[in-house]
């Protein structure tokens, strides 16, 4: 499960209208945004969305498991990948979900095969943003900044910010994000199995009151630091 958080992607960012600085998401301001900018970001999410899938999918394949190819997952097909409620909640609370990627740990031929299939998709959304950086870089150097009226060069630059959202989002280790197959790699055993344990029975509802809080609450947001780090990542390679 692929939790978004759409508004942290669009922090002190400018795209056929100037937007306010939004540091930590709340509800009213989505519905704000020009009907532009909701196209573009959905368009943005829905391409970041079905790489990291299909990453999880096709390196579940390598590992020797082939239960999301056999389920049809194995494709850059968006519509396999997109939940229904999960995809309307994105323009209703301005996060979702997809569709998790099935697995069965039964067939991995490989060693620690669980970590590298959830370490797949982050690192697809990475990849996809240090991609995007260069070509926003080759862009803007031969001064190619719109095509047709389009700020290309804004539109490049959300795809790399939400793409690195992504990558830092989806490697925080609770409940059924991609960290919490991840973390425990690098745990001693011990406490690699204290983890799992409580991630098991608190990780989700950590992860719930989280969003909650960060939804409700002026002026908190546990996840800031998620859109922040993104933008010196880009910084450091544009």
Known sequence: MIFIFLIQSIV?????YPLPYISTYKLPVLFNLPPQ?????????????????????????????????????????PIVHL???????LFLVGFGYARPVPVN????????????????GPLMNLLLGIGAS???RLLAWNNFTQL?????????????????????????????????????HFLPRDLKRRFQN???RFGSHTLIILVLLSIFLPKFS????????????????L
């Open 12 to 16: 002190k960012f400018q795209i056929f």
């Open 37 to 77: 900018v909701l196209i573009i970001l959905a368009f943005c999410l829905i391409f970041a969305l079905t790489f990291h899938e299909f990453g999880h999918a096709y390196v579940a394949h390598l590992c020797g498991d082939d239960t999301a190819k056999k389920d049809g997952r194995m494709t850059l097909n």
């Open 83 to 89: 939940d229904m409620f999960g995809s309307l909640m």
């Open 105 to 120: 740990p039964r067939h991995f031929r490989i060693r620690n095969a669980d970590f590298y299939i959830a370490f797949a």
């Open 134 to 136: 260069f070509l926003f």
């Open 148 to 184: 047709a009226g389009v700020p290309l060069l804004e539109i490049i630059y959300l795809f790399i910010l939400i793409n690195f959202n992504l990558f830092l989002f989806n490697l925080i280790p609770l409940g059924p994000l991609d960290g919490h197959s991840v973390l425990p």
């Open 198 to 200: 409580w991630n098991y």
């Open 222 to 237: 546990a996840f800031s630091w998620i859109s922040n780090l993104s933008k010196r990542m880009i910084s450091g390679l």
